[in-house]
Antibody, heavy 127, light 107 residues
Framework: EVQLVESGGGLVQPGGSLRLSCAAS????????MHWVRQVPGKGLVWVSR????????DYADSVKGRFTISRDNAENTLYLQVDSLRAEDTAVYYC????????????????????WGRGTLVTVSS | DIQMTQSPSSLSASVADRVTITCRAS??????LNWYQQKPRKAPQLLIY???SLQSGVPSRFSGSGSGTDFTLTISSLQPEDFATYYC?????????FGQGTKLEIK
């Protein structure tokens, strides 16, 4: 079955750390860029980070830059998000998402979209 | 950062209604625009990518249009399972920002 399964969330004190994992199965993980998106319960979706297929290129939202680190292990089909120096405002459900693309002939570039999402893992930052 | 603004934020409609949700980008994003559906306590699901391409397995009552800064998602005939929250997203540049969401409720 094609799926993504997140784990590693939990309750952590402000300033603490967690490592979130996203296990991929049913597709060739190493072919895909991957992303993390978070959502405060009851609120909207917020893009967090992305990593390219071989793990060389990474990007972060300004709100997490310097505190979060995205990585991947293609041999283990697993995506990670190391979250450090956690703040109350980092409390959210964290989703991993697989990126796919279509070629835009007008621009000559790829248009990216998130075609597979995990169920999410909840991170709660509280004392 | 590119800001995405959806309207309305919430919408009440009846089964069989035709519904349109709009999404406006703060700068031109060509057709780098996707639409997702999210039901309570579930992960988002892709409906439309590249502004107007229907994701495999998504019913044909869903359609998308637009380019540049203005986009629409249309549901031609609402079904009971369509009551959910809908998000647009731009992937023109990072951060890949989402709209604030449109909650579609049963009238």
């Amino acid at each position: 079955e094609v799926q993504l399964v997140e784990s590693g969330g939990g309750l952590v004190q402000p300033g603490g750390s967690l490592r979130l994992s996203c296990a991929a199965s049913g597709f060739t993980f190493s072919n895909h860029w991957m992303h993390w998106v978070r959502q405060v319960p009851g609120k909207g979706l917020v893009w967090v980070s992305r990593i390219n297929s071989d793990g060389i290129i990474t990007d972060y939202a300004d709100s997490v830059k310097g505190r979060f680190t995205i990585s991947r292990d293609n041999a283990e089909n697993t995506l990670y998000l190391q979250v450090d120096s956690l703040r109350a405002e980092d409390t959210a459900v964290y989703y991993c998402a697989r990126a796919a693309h279509t070629f835009d002939f007008w621009s000559g570039y790829y248009i990216w979209y998130f075609d597979l999402w995990g169920r999410g893992t909840l991170v709660t930052v509280s004392s | 950062d590119i800001q995405m603004t959806q309207s309305p934020s919430s919408l009440s409609a009846s089964v069989a209604d035709r519904v349109t949700i709009t999404c406006r980008a703060s700068q031109s994003i060509s057709t780098y625009l996707n639409w997702y559906q999210q039901k309570p306590r579930k992960a988002p699901q892709l409906l439309i990518y590249a502004a107007s391409s229907l994701q495999s397995g998504v019913p044909s009552r869903f359609s998308g249009s637009g380019s540049g800064t203005d986009f629409t998602l249309t549901i031609s005939s609402l079904q009971p399972e369509d009551f959910a929250t809908y998000y647009c997203q731009q992937t023109h540049s990072t951060p890949h920002t989402f709209g604030q969401g449109t909650k579609l409720e049963i009238k």
